[in-house]
């Protein structure tokens, strides 16, 4: 069972420059989360999908955009990267009936 | 705005204590509370989840919820050493959106 699938894993960009963190659950969830997490500050919400064709703004949505693809697929986009953006980014999903959140690896994104 | 508060720490027990987490709540439409585990370098695990009043155990762990006072708490009996990590407070508000604290890093010594 691959459960939420992130990639990359892995990246360093240049102020400036765009990328696109994919996020792909096989488990048929309806709600997927993009959280930033940063040293001693938890994890921040940027983004949700509470259902195929909707997204809302979390607590820090500023410099991302979204996409919910369809139901499997959450994308999370940087227009123009920043150093403030260098954190590591989680994508979840979640089983709306029991609300626990599962999550992919994580992506560590550091922006120079 | 909606916030999860949580004592950041760090805390230290002796192996065998019991470790004692809190955590409280601004957004009184919250309906599920959750707690869950951060070892260094890897994603979080759920270990409890809460929806009323009460106590919940499961195993070593218990998880305690007052609406009234907007409050959750943990409670790890018999800590072990494996049982060091970060552990993070959750609060789903009735629009669907998933909050967590800044968690607590707990370290339990041998």
């Known amino acids: 069972n691959a459960g939420v699938t992130q990639t990359p894993k892995f990246q360093v960009l240049k102020t400036g420059q765009s990328m696109t963190l994919q996020c792909a659950q096989d488990m048929n969830h309806n709600s997927m989360y993009w959280y930033r997490q940063d040293p001693g500050m938890g994890l921040r919400l940027i983004y949700y999908?509470?259902?195929?064709?909707?997204?809302d703004k979390g607590e820090v949505p500023n410099g991302y955009n979204v996409s919910r693809l369809n139901k499997r697929e959450f994308s999370l986009r940087l227009e123009s990267a920043a150093p403030s953006q260098t954190s590591v980014y989680f994508c979840?999903?979640?089983?709306?009936?029991?609300?626990?959140?599962?999550f992919g690896e994580g992506s560590r994104l550091t922006v120079l | 705005q909606k916030e999860v508060e949580q004592n950041s720490g760090p805390l230290s027990v002796p192996e065998g204590a019991i470790a004692s987490l809190n955590c409280t709540y601004s957004d009184r439409g919250s309906q599920s509370f959750f707690w869950y585990r951060q070892y260094s370098g890897k994603s979080p695990e759920l270990i409890m989840s809460i929806y009323s009043n009460g106590d919940k155990e499961d195993g070593r762990f218990t998880a305690q919820l007052n609406k009234a006072s907007q409050y959750v708490s943990l409670l790890i009996r018999d800590s072990q050493p494996s049982d060091s990590a970060t552990y993070l407070c959750?609060?789903?508000?009735?629009?669907?959106?998933?909050?967590f604290g800044a968690g607590t890093r707990l370290t339990v010594k041998p």
């Open positions: 959750a609060v789903r508000g009735d629009n669907n959106d998933m909050r």
């Open positions: 979840a999903s979640i089983r709306t009936t029991l609300g626990e959140l599962f």
């Open positions: 999908s509470a259902s195929e064709g909707t997204t």
